[in-house]
């Protein structure tokens, strides 16, 4: 009768260094962890200029990729892995250094497919040692 009865309790677990902790955790793989540093397209920007410049439209090549990747040179299909041997062929033609290729890409195409035309139009200027004149025009709406 005069027995205490016990007192059931659940038992408390410590937090009073969980934030100390949590914090030098934060801190440790912040400092271990590294970061991928990609670099992007390497393209040389012109300069500002207030002047503008007219183009006649027989010099603009229009290069069109819809969202499969498929790849149109003024309306003809082309296979992007033969593009630059097209653009090639564009250039060496007579008044070929004045084209500009355009580059119009749907809003559905992958930015995969654009980088891919545009390697392969840098390659193109390459072999024939001109000034590069590519233009990345608005994306279109899908068709």
Do not use: C
């Amino acid at each position: 009768m005069f027995k205490r009865k016990k007192q059931t309790g659940s038992p408390d677990i410590p937090t009073a260094s969980l934030g100390d902790i949590t914090f030098l955790m934060l801190i440790f793989f912040l400092v271990t962890s590294s970061f991928s540093t990609e670099m992007g397209l390497q393209i040389v920007l012109p300069e500002e200029s207030k002047e503008t410049i007219t183009m006649l439209s027989k010099n603009i090549v229009h290069v069109r990729i819809n969202k499969f990747g498929d790849v149109r040179v003024e309306d003809e299909p082309v296979d992007w892995m033969k593009l630059s041997d097209k653009a090639v062929e564009m250039l060496e033609k007579p008044n070929g250094d004045s084209l500009v290729f355009s580059i119009i890409p749907t809003r559905m195409a992958k930015y995969d497919y654009m980088i891919r035309v545009f390697d392969q139009l840098k390659i193109a200027y390459e072999k024939t040692q001109m000034k590069e004149k590519i233009s990345l025009s608005p994306a279109e709406d899908d068709e």
